[in-house]
């Protein structure tokens, strides 16, 4: 079994900054695409950012800018910098990543990180 554990989180005032983290461990085949997700009370879950295996980054809109996500290959892990955090960033996060072995893919999720942000 592979497993993704979060770290980092917390709560910050308008304008702070913040910084998850998320390692894999386990019986790790290969880690495809990974990403950061966020949910809110009442809400879907909303892809926030990904990163591909060869270090491609893409962002939701909202985050552009602000938020960063960083890979570390050797480590198995994926970093999400979160700069000029708004209350809107409010929500708990969650690290995905699509894990292959063989012709098997299955997506795997952290535990979730509570993020708030105080106006």
């Known amino acids: 079994q592979v497993h993704l554990v979060e770290s980092g989180g917390g709560l910050v005032q308008a304008g702070g900054s913040l910084r998850l983290s998320c390692a894999a461990s386990?019986?790790?085949?290969?880690?495809?695409?990974m990403g950061w997700y966020r949910q809110v009370p009442g809400k879907q879950r909303e892809w926030v950012a990904i990163?591909?295996?060869?270090?491609?980054?893409h962002y939701t809109e909202s985050v552009k800018g602000r938020f960063t996500i960083s890979r570390d290959n050797a480590k198995n892990s994926i970093y999400l910098q979160m700069n000029s955090l708004k209350p809107e960033d409010t929500a708990v996060y969650y690290c995905?990543?699509?894990?292959?072995?063989?012709?098997?893919?299955?997506?795997?999720w952290g535990q979730g990180s509570q993020v708030t942000v105080s106006s």
């Open positions: 995905n990543a699509d894990h292959q072995d063989g012709i098997y893919s299955l997506p795997l």
């Open positions: 386990g019986n790790i085949i290969k880690l495809n695409n």
């Open positions: 990163i591909t295996t060869g270090g491609m980054t």
